[in-house]
């Protein structure tokens, strides 16, 4: 099933490559992973360098497709690169951030390979720092919690591993 | 946070992918997320998964920078460590236990900066050859120092500090003709004043030698920023060697540890701090003479001395004077109203500092980041009654004062910013512990070293009010107190869960239960932390019995203990061999010195094997 998402002016229903004004390009992103299309506009499509990079080169057609990358995540990439265009106050963008990257150790993952496929740089710096953060300081099974990773090792492994790094353990 | 509308397609989802944290890109994994971890984060991260596990190892050698002065790890573990890493460029190690060839093993051609602590066990070779092989490294000493100088040209910074052997006073007698001109900070003790007195001409004549033109301030020509000394006596001759030298010095700290005291025309009289006011960028000021050999003091400085010296220095923001017996409340307190950007003060045996000096600066706006005031002893309650609720404070140390009591710390527990506070030997009761707990005073570092009244009770109000103290204590020192006992140790190990380093040294009532209180389920329960250091030197009440508690597995993260002077020896080296089993990294000491053995070391009997 083909789904249309509009980003921009919600009154507009038309399914053709809009052009509000002379001076706004619009492009249409479609993921090819679950056939789910975007309208974005050039401004904001273009913090992902990919993308940029094909608009540069004039490889950019009325469809853009986007591999590896699902609708959901794609629709989150979006709110975040509108959101950063338009503001330019550092605080709030922090308040925003912070607000955008609550979210599941799932939702981040595919946050951070699409935003590291589509080399969103800002993006890709928030998720990375909010992953550290949630892991600095913790131990390895609260580790294992918040990352919601399986522990494939033995005992023995995880003591050997211990003993190889207890000189890390310093003030 | 799993948005909860959502669930039933995330688990859809992760039957479908493989979207696992640790299954991410690795380049993304390690360079991003795992570089910017600390040490101990990626030892947790290493025992988490498999790949986890390789991905940290991987990010662990790409860190530039290593430190190990805070333990000191024996020759397996240096084998161990080292070849893990491929491009460190700076290098801090705790040479405790290591031999020559340890230390010379690890030094690979990216090192930029190298700081050997406690080389005891190191000779003088490793200085040479460090000299001879790498050409930007800093530090050593005696004749193969003069070869280390000439094969290091580029070197801009020198710190060789010579503890515990007194036949080394001359070891820096010609050094001005090795030293490289670029050299911006230096730091030697200990220095003979004569020596001292041609090495500070040599850095300013150089400069004149070397160009014809006027000298003007903001030349590249005057290089050294920063001048450290710990000589035998401190004299005029030094000060106007330094004035007429390094008029653009931006850091000078001396110290004198003369056996006698000294006598004019060897000493430092008000015409010295008078030709040092022309030092007009100074910054930092720290003029000491220390009690370490004999009572002395700076009998030839007074008040006008420090009026006259303040009239060119007005920059200054760190102050330290130590052993002024004649200057009085006038002297020090035109030092905190000159100096309106001063951020460290501190002022030691000083005999006629008294209240009202501090009184009216800290009750007005004052930006003092540290306060230390050692064994002032007319000093009490009064002079932080008024302190100004804006303080930005971070540091209070009034050991030995023993007019301090209780009403001080009511004040202290309203400072937001303080976070080590240092009352030993001060008159502190209970009373004075409970202001403590309930005031909102991050405190870290607490040390209530021989304040021999408080109790087991103290330690309760303390540790179980309502304050935030519970929460961020992490160092506590109350050696010397006989109040405290199984009961009080108990309160500490299940309420002061952030607590890493315990010194009860000289606690007489203090036995074997208590450490078994320290290693009690209940603390780890709660998500206790690990003891790092513990100082049990001189508590007779324990006995043998304890080496069975302080062995594996217990205290796991233990990096220092100090068994000195207790029972726990009478066994025998095996028997505390035994200690040391399963845990590399940690140092034993049964010589009786402080925690960490920072000023001990070089009189170990013999480095732990």
């Known amino acids: 099933m083909k789904k249309l998402k509009f980003i921009g002016n919600p009154l507009l229903q038309s399914r053709e490559k809009i052009n509000m004004s002379s001076d706004k390009k619009?492009?249409?992103?479609?993921?090819?992973?679950?056939?789910?299309?975007?309208?974005v506009e050039e401004s904001v499509a273009i913090m992902s360098n990919v993308i940029k990079n094909m608009v540069e080169d004039g490889c950019a057609s009325s469809v853009i497709p986007v591999p590896r990358v699902k609708g959901n995540a794609m629709g989150k990439i979006i709110e975040f690169c509108k959101k950063h265009t338009e503001e330019s106050d550092e605080k709030v963008l922090k308040e925003f951030d912070a607000e955008f990257l609550n979210l599941g150790p799932d939702a981040l993952y595919d946050l951070m390979v699409s935003a590291n496929f589509l080399e969103i740089k800002v993006l890709l710096d928030s998720v990375t720092t909010k992953v550290a953060d949630m892991i600095k300081g913790k131990s390895s099974e609260e580790i294992r919690n918040i990352l919601k990773i399986e522990n494939d090792l033995s005992a023995e492994e995880i003591e050997e591993s211990r003993r190889e790094n207890c000189w890390t353990r310093q003030e | 946070m799993n948005s909860s509308s959502s669930s039933s397609r995330k688990t859809i989802r992760r039957i479908e992918s493989n979207g696992h944290m640790d299954s991410l890109p690795s380049s993304l994994l390690i360079h991003d997320i795992l570089s910017t971890l600390d040490f101990e984060t990626l030892c947790s991260v290493s025992c988490v998964s498999k790949p986890l596990r390789l991905a940290a190892s991987q990010a662990l050698s790409l860190f530039s920078s290593l430190d190990l002065s805070a333990f000191s790890p024996d020759a397996h573990l240096i084998t161990q460590i080292f070849p893990r890493f491929t491009n460190l460029k700076t290098i801090a190690l705790n040479c405790l236990r290591l031999d020559d060839i340890y230390v010379t093993n690890i030094l690979g051609a990216h090192v930029e900066e190298l700081k050997l602590l406690k080389c005891s066990s190191l000779s003088s070779h490793v200085l040479a050859s460090i000299g001879t092989c790498y050409t930007d490294h800093p530090k050593i000493f005696s004749r193969n120092l003069a070869q280390l100088l000439r094969g290091c040209s580029h070197l801009e910074s020198l710190s060789i500090k010579i503890r515990g052997v007194q036949d080394y006073a001359d070891s820096f007698r010609s050094i001005e003709l090795h030293l490289p001109q670029g050299v911006k900070f230096l730091r030697l003790r200990p220095i003979l004043e004569r020596n001292a007195i041609s090495l500070i001409y040599k850095l300013?004549?150089?400069?004149?030698?070397?160009?014809?033109?006027?000298?003007?301030?903001?030349?590249?020509?005057?290089?050294?920023?920063?001048?450290?000394l710990v000589l035998d006596v401190i004299s005029d001759e030094l000060i106007f060697a330094i004035a007429n030298s390094l008029p653009f010095l931006l850091e000078l700290d001396?110290?004198?540890?003369?056996?006698?005291?000294?006598?004019?025309?060897?000493?430092?009289?008000?015409?010295?701090?008078?030709?040092?006011?022309?030092?007009?960028?100074?910054?930092s000021l720290s003029l000491i003479r220390s009690h370490r050999n004999r009572p002395v003091y700076f009998k030839n400085i007074n008040d006008m001395g420090f009026f006259l010296l303040l009239e060119g220095c007005k920059n200054l923001e760190s102050v330290r004077?130590?052993?002024?017996?004649?200057?009085?409340?006038?002297?020090?307190?035109?030092?905190?109203?000159?100096?309106?950007?001063?951020?460290?003060?501190?002022?030691?045996?000083?005999l006629q500092l008294s209240d009202l000096a501090l009184a009216e600066s800290l009750g007005g706006s004052c930006s003092?980041?540290?306060?230390?005031?050692?064994?002032?002893?007319?000093?009490?309650?009064?002079?932080?009654?008024?302190?100004?609720?804006?303080?930005?404070?971070?540091?209070?140390?009034?050991?030995?004062?023993?007019?301090?009591?209780?009403?001080?710390?009511?004040?202290?527990?309203?400072?937001?910013?303080?976070?080590?506070?240092?009352?030993?030997?001060?008159?502190?009761?209970?009373?004075?512990?409970?202001?403590?707990?309930?005031?909102?005073?991050?405190?870290?570092?607490?040390?209530?070293?021989?304040?021999?009244?408080?109790?087991?009770?103290?330690?309760?109000?303390?540790?179980?009010?309502?304050?935030?103290?519970?929460?961020?204590?992490?160092?506590?020192?109350?050696?010397?107190?006989?109040?405290?006992?199984?009961?009080?140790?108990?309160?500490?190990?299940?309420?002061?869960?952030?607590?890493?380093e315990l010194s009860i040294r000289y606690c007489h009532s203090v036995t074997d239960a208590s450490i078994e209180e320290l290693v009690s389920e209940s603390r780890y329960q709660n998500d206790g932390k690990l003891l790092r250091k513990l100082d049990l030197c001189h508590c007779i009440g324990l006995s043998a019995h304890s080496l069975e508690t302080l062995k594996s597995p217990y205290f796991r993260a233990l990096q220092w203990l100090g068994v000195g002077s207790t029972r726990l020896t009478e066994k025998g080296d095996a028997a505390l061999a035994e200690i040391c089993r399963g845990r590399p990294c940690l140092t034993l000491c049964q010589e009786g010195c402080e925690v960490g053995c920072d000023d001990g070391w070089q009189f170990h009997r013999s480095t732990r094997g």
């Open chain 1, 26 to 39: 619009w492009l249409t992103l479609k993921t090819t992973e679950d056939n789910e299309e975007f309208v």
């Open chain 2, 204 to 228: 300013g004549v150089a400069k004149y030698i070397n160009h014809f033109i006027p000298v003007c301030p903001d030349s590249s020509v005057f290089n050294l920023q920063s001048l450290s």
């Open chain 2, 254 to 283: 001396l110290e004198d540890r003369p056996m006698s005291q000294p006598r004019l025309p060897h000493d430092l009289t008000n015409n010295g701090l008078q030709s040092l006011s022309s030092c007009r960028r100074l910054i």
């Open chain 2, 321 to 350: 004077v130590g052993g002024l017996s004649i200057v009085s409340d006038a002297g020090f307190g035109s030092i905190l109203q000159s100096c309106l950007n001063l951020k460290k003060f501190e002022v030691r045996n000083a």
């Open chain 2, 368 to 500: 003092l980041v540290e306060l230390k005031l050692v064994s002032c002893s007319l000093l009490t309650s009064a002079f932080i009654e008024d302190i100004n609720s804006s303080s930005t404070l971070e540091v209070l140390d009034l050991s030995g004062c023993r007019s301090v009591a209780d009403a001080c710390l009511s004040s202290v527990s309203f400072i937001n910013t303080l976070n080590t506070l240092d009352l030993s030997g001060a008159d502190v009761t209970d009373s004075g512990l409970a202001f403590l707990s309930k005031g909102n005073s991050p405190i870290a570092r607490l040390c209530l070293r021989g304040c021999k009244r408080v109790t087991n009770e103290g330690i309760s109000l303390l540790l179980n009010g309502r304050g935030q103290i519970r929460k961020t204590l992490s160092t506590l020192n109350i050696g010397g107190i006989r109040g405290i006992s199984d009961e009080g140790i108990q309160t500490i190990s299940t309420a002061a869960l952030a607590l890493s």
